[in-house]
């Protein structure tokens, strides 16, 4: 088995976000997303994305994702996002699972694991009451209050938004994934 990577807010085709990030078009913010997780990727890799794929419509970005896996021989897994069709707090989100498991092993919204004999929680959102600097919390009902969280959904410029929280957004990590290494050293020195 490969290395596992850690990873959020892709927002694939998204202008705003693109547009926030210093890239003049969707087109170009998307070719150095995808190009730096190929670059990190290899064959046996297992690649966690902590949601917000893309904005809009997910054909584009399944395809896309579903191509680099296929060309990088890597595991996915899904933890959705606001953004994400396939989340659960949309109505009909359970209509888009299918779509989101042609590219993805699964699709969850949060997934408890064992780093160093501690649960530590993976989940789009932060804890409650945490949300983007000068806005007030939304998804609260939605989000896990639990010591050790590793998120995204913040667009933080730094790893550490908390007490045992590390957010492994794009933002955070200079727009490239994240090994699990170095996740944990983070989150284990920010509790």
Same mark, same amino acid.
């Given at each position: 088995?490969?290395? @596992?990577?850690?990873?959020?807010?892709?927002?694939?085709?998204?202008?705003?976000?693109?547009?926030?990030?210093?890239?003049?078009?969707?087109?170009?913010?998307?070719?150095?997303?995808?190009?730096?997780?190929?670059?990190?990727?290899?064959?046996?890799?297992?690649l966690w994305?902590?949601?917000?794929?893309?904005?809009?419509?997910?054909?584009?970005?399944?395809?896309?994702?579903?191509?680099?896996?296929?060309?990088?021989?890597?595991?996915?897994?899904?933890?959705?996002?606001?953004?994400?069709?396939?989340?659960?707090?949309?109505?009909?989100?359970?209509?888009?699972?299918?779509?989101?498991?042609?590219?993805?092993?699964?699709?969850?919204?949060? @997934?408890?694991?064992?780093?160093?004999?501690?649960?530590?929680?993976l989940?789009?959102?932060?804890?409650?009451?945490?949300?983007?600097?000068?806005?007030?919390?939304?998804?609260?009902?939605?989000?896990?209050?639990?010591?050790?969280l590793?998120h995204?959904?913040?667009?933080?410029?730094?790893?550490?938004?908390?007490?045992?929280?590390?957010?492994?957004?794009?933002?955070?990590?200079?727009?490239?994934?994240?090994?699990?290494?170095?996740?944990?050293?983070?989150?284990?020195?920010?509790?």
């Open positions: 088995m490969g290395q @596992q990577w850690y990873t959020s807010d892709l927002h694939l085709g998204h202008r705003l976000v693109s547009g926030l990030r210093g890239f003049e078009d969707t087109d170009e913010h998307d070719r150095v997303i995808l190009g730096n997780l190929r670059e990190a990727l290899r064959p046996g890799d297992v994305c902590l949601g917000d794929l893309a904005v809009g419509s997910p054909a584009r970005a399944i395809d896309l994702l579903g191509a680099l896996f296929e060309e990088t021989g890597v595991t996915a897994h899904l933890i959705a996002g606001n953004h994400d069709a396939c989340h659960p707090m949309h109505r009909k989100g359970y209509l888009h699972q299918r779509a989101y498991l042609t590219c993805f092993a699964s699709v969850q919204p949060y @997934q408890k694991m064992v780093w160093a004999g501690e649960d530590v929680w989940s789009h959102f932060p804890r409650p009451g945490h949300d983007h600097e000068g806005m007030a919390s939304r998804h609260d009902e939605l989000r896990l209050d639990v010591p050790l590793v995204g959904h913040l667009h933080s410029d730094r790893p550490v938004t908390g007490p045992g929280m590390v957010d492994v957004g794009l933002d955070a990590w200079e727009l490239r994934p994240v090994p699990r290494d170095r996740v944990q050293q983070t989150l284990f020195g920010a509790s």
